[in-house]
Nanobody, 123 residues
Framework: VQLQASGGGPVQAGGSLRLSCAVSGRPVRTYGMGWFRQPPGKEREFVAG????????SYADSAKGRFTISRDNAKNTVWLQMNSLQPDDTALYYCAADPKGRRSRYESEYDYWGQGTEVTVSS
């Protein structure tokens, strides 16, 4: 399974970005998917997760109400819509796949990772 994250870039505070994660190699429909981020100089942290069906999601407190994770299994793609971005959201964003189909908050439960896409929010 290969994951390709895209859609990052520079944005001003209050703006929006939509990150995409294209999955190839195997159909994404059985995988739980997650977004994580690593701010400069900090540890990687959970942002959002979605189960294999798209029927259940989970969010970090920092993402609730501003970010939305979604998926289209027919397109083998997962998205992270990010609104009301703030400088604290500046990070390298990674998508990840969990073969057990969960929406886990834990990195250890994801077997496959993309290369990351950089988001820079300026004030």
């Amino acid at each position: 399974v290969q994951l390709q994250a895209s859609g990052g870039g520079p944005v001003q505070a209050g703006g929006s970005l939509r990150l995409s994660c294209a999955v190839s190699g195997r159909p994404v429909r059985t995988y739980g998917m997650g977004w994580f981020r690593q701010p400069p100089g900090k540890e990687r942290e959970f942002v959002a997760g979605i189960d294999w069906s798209g029927g259940a999601t989970s969010y970090a407190d920092s993402a609730k109400g501003r970010f939305t994770i979604s998926r289209d299994n027919a397109k083998n793609t997962v998205w992270l819509q990010m609104n009301s971005l703030q400088p604290d959201d500046t990070a390298l964003y990674y998508c990840a796949a969990d073969p057990k189909g969960r929406r886990s908050r834990y990195e250890s439960e994801y077997d496959y990772w993309g290369q990351g896409t950089e988001v820079t929010v300026s004030s």
